[in-house]
């Protein structure tokens, strides 16, 4: 966020609402604080949790929805956005009372999950092996020991990024090139 959006929040400034915000603004701040719905919801569900809980039915109009808010952020015609987004917010409202009158309750709070960024496979991790029985079914999930490993076999090099580069994220990975040193680097010519 930036420092002139952030004045702006701490004066009271509503850039959902203020008829002084370009559209474009007030549309992207619907969607942001629809987004924001949506992973609180995951968060106590599990990633794509709650919607595979629903009936048929329900997960007909759930979808429908989201299409509807698909189509009026396409549009880009504010008062569009803002009906849709009003609706999908109602819609996971909807999906969390049917789960939890059908019985069903949030995920614990030692179970994460994520969804793998390539190919959107749901994995989930837990403290220890003791969690794996909160996980849901044919969720793949991994115990901090096993991240632990996987951390190690990235090499020294991954640890110390992190330590030099306080905050830094990992966004990426490649297979390293095993380098010859006493080879040297190849010459450009």
């Known amino acids: 966020m930036t420092r002139a959006m952030r004045r702006l929040r701490d004066s009271g400034f509503d850039l959902a609402t203020s008829t002084s915000a370009p559209e474009a603004l007030r549309i992207r701040s619907m969607v942001e604080g629809l987004a924001e719905v949506a992973s609180a919801v995951e968060r106590r569900w599990g990633v794509g949790r709650l919607r595979q809980l629903?009936?048929?039915?329900?997960?007909?109009?759930?979808?429908?929805?989201?299409?509807?808010?698909?189509?009026?952020?396409?549009?880009?015609?504010?008062?569009?956005?803002?009906?849709?987004?009003?609706?999908?917010?109602?819609?996971?409202?909807?999906?969390?009372?049917?789960?939890?009158?059908?019985?069903?309750?949030?995920?614990?709070?030692?179970?994460?999950?994520?969804?793998?960024?390539?190919?959107?496979?749901?994995?989930?991790?837990?403290?220890?092996e003791i969690d794996l029985a909160q996980v849901a079914s044919g969720c793949p999930a991994f115990t901090l020991a096993e991240i632990a490993l996987l951390i190690e076999k990235l090499g020294?090099?991954?640890?110390?990024?992190?330590?030099?580069?306080?905050?830094?994220?990992?966004?990426d990975m490649r297979a390293s090139e095993t380098f010859d040193w006493s080879k040297g680097d190849d010459m450009p010519f």
């Open 54 to 128: 629903a009936s048929d039915p329900l997960r007909l109009r759930f979808d429908e929805q989201q299409s509807r808010v698909d189509a009026a952020v396409a549009s880009g015609e504010e008062r569009f956005v803002r009906i849709q987004t009003e609706a999908m917010r109602r819609a996971w409202e909807t999906l969390e009372r049917a789960a939890i009158e059908t019985g069903v309750m949030p995920l614990s709070a030692d179970v994460w999950e994520t969804a793998l960024p390539k190919t959107g496979e749901v994995v989930a991790i837990v403290r220890s």
């Open 156 to 171: 020294p090099e991954a640890l110390e990024t992190k330590r030099v580069f306080r905050g830094a994220v990992v966004t």
